[in-house]
């Protein structure tokens, strides 16, 4: 692959099959997207592109702008010569996926002097041209926006760019509410409490007397095995799933002693097998 050809794609297709959808797909896999830009401007960009080319962009065209189905084609082929890398990508839905579309959305198709129905039609036939030229072509009938994103993803997920999904470790208290954003919630209140040791009470869980105190029960030691064991077995399915965020909760009564040492023991595992990871402890340092 040329080292100084930008990566550029552009995104077109039929009105109401999805190309937002598509548009933040590609913004979730490191892609800079400009939408709805004018076809007198697309070579500008791409000489400021060609300067940077390490970054890749998207740039989504439609019959939005003026006399786009006429003067689209000949731009095409003037760009896939000056630059290997550009691909287009043409976006489509079935006609009555399309009327269904709009009819539920109650936005106006960009046709709107004609019926629905005739619009759609009328769009799809002067869109023909445009789609001969796609590198690829994206059906939408019948994906729901999860299952588009999963396909944009396994097309375009190869760039370095790409934005990891980010493990956040949480520690809670009970007494304070739950935690509305947790993907999984662990309770740990089963387990020895250094509140009941009056040295320790005071401190927070992830001081290194409270960690050596907890981490002496053999009882904390499997229950975090296990807890780390289910997390490692669900994360990847996450990840395929296209989540951007998966929040892991550990809640016990105050959320300052064992909770923050079951989230702050989990981070760390979870950075050393190479997971990007944030940690947050909700409720340490509330006042008793």
Same mark, same amino acid.
Request: aromatic content about 10%; hydrophobic content about 40%; charged content about 25%.
């Given at each position: 692959?040329?080292?100084?050809?930008?990566?550029?794609?552009?995104?077109?297709?039929?009105?109401?099959?999805? &190309?937002?959808?598509?548009?933040?797909?590609?913004?979730?896999?490191?892609?800079?997207?400009?939408?709805?830009?004018?076809?007198?401007?697309?070579? @500008?960009?791409?000489?400021?592109?060609?300067?940077? +080319?390490?970054?890749?962009?998207?740039?989504?065209?439609?019959?939005?702008?003026?006399?786009?189905?006429?003067?689209?084609?000949?731009?095409? $082929?003037?760009?896939? &010569?000056?630059?290997?890398?550009?691909?287009? $990508? %043409?976006?489509?839905?079935?006609?009555?996926?399309?009327?269904?579309?709009?009819?539920?959305?109650?936005?106006? /198709? +960009?046709?709107?002097?004609?019926?629905?129905?005739?619009?759609?039609? @009328?769009?799809?036939?002067?869109?023909?041209?445009? &789609?001969?030229?796609?590198?690829?072509?994206?059906?939408?009938?019948?994906?729901?926006?999860?299952?588009?994103?999963?396909?944009?993803?396994?097309?375009?997920?190869?760039?370095?760019?790409?934005?990891?999904?980010?493990?956040?470790?949480?520690?809670?208290?009970?007494?304070?509410?739950?935690?509305?954003?947790?993907?999984?919630? %662990?309770?740990?209140?089963?387990?020895?409490?250094?509140? %009941?040791?009056?040295?320790? =009470?005071?401190?927070?869980?992830? /001081? +290194?007397?409270?960690?050596?105190?907890?981490?002496?029960?053999?009882?904390?030691?499997?229950? %975090? @095995?296990?807890?780390?064991?289910?997390?490692?077995?669900?994360?990847?399915? #996450? =990840? =395929?799933? @296209?989540?951007?965020?998966?929040?892991?909760? #550990?809640?016990?009564?105050?959320?300052?002693?064992?909770?923050?040492?079951?989230?702050?023991?989990?981070?760390?595992?979870?950075?050393?097998?190479?997971?990007?990871?944030?940690?947050?402890?909700?409720?340490?340092?509330?006042?008793?």
């Amino acid at each position: 692959m040329s080292t100084t050809s930008p990566r550029v794609v552009v995104v077109t297709g039929l009105s109401g099959a999805g &190309k937002s959808v598509v548009t933040r797909c590609f913004e979730d896999l490191g892609y800079r997207c400009v939408d709805n830009l004018p076809l007198e401007f697309i070579e @500008q960009l791409f000489q400021q592109v060609g300067k940077a +080319p390490a970054q890749p962009w998207v740039v989504v065209v439609d019959v939005r702008a003026g006399g786009f189905a006429r003067a689209f084609p000949d731009l095409v $082929v003037r760009l896939k &010569k000056r630059y290997p890398e550009f691909r287009v $990508v %043409f976006v489509e839905a079935d006609a009555e996926a399309l009327v269904r579309r709009f009819s539920e959305t109650r936005r106006p /198709h +960009p046709y709107r002097q004609l019926s629905l129905p005739d619009a759609v039609a @009328q769009e799809i036939a002067d869109m023909a041209p445009v &789609k001969e030229l796609a590198d690829e072509v994206l059906d939408t009938t019948g994906l729901t926006p999860h299952e588009l994103r999963a396909e944009v993803a396994a097309r375009f997920g190869t760039t370095e760019l790409t934005l990891p999904m980010v493990v956040r470790c949480l520690s809670f208290g009970f007494r304070h509410g739950l935690p509305s954003e947790a993907n999984l919630l %662990f309770d740990v209140r089963f387990l020895p409490n250094p509140h %009941f040791v009056p040295d320790l =009470r005071p401190l927070p869980g992830d /001081h +290194p007397d409270v960690r050596r105190w907890l981490e002496g029960h053999a009882e904390v030691g499997e229950t %975090f @095995q296990r807890f780390h064991e289910l997390v490692a077995a669900l994360l990847p399915a #996450f =990840r =395929r799933e @296209q989540k951007s965020y998966v929040t892991i909760a #550990f809640g016990c009564t105050g959320g300052k002693h064992r909770s923050v040492f079951m989230a702050q023991r989990l981070a760390e595992r979870l950075a050393e097998e190479h997971w990007v990871v944030a940690l947050d402890h909700r409720d340490r340092d509330r006042e008793s």
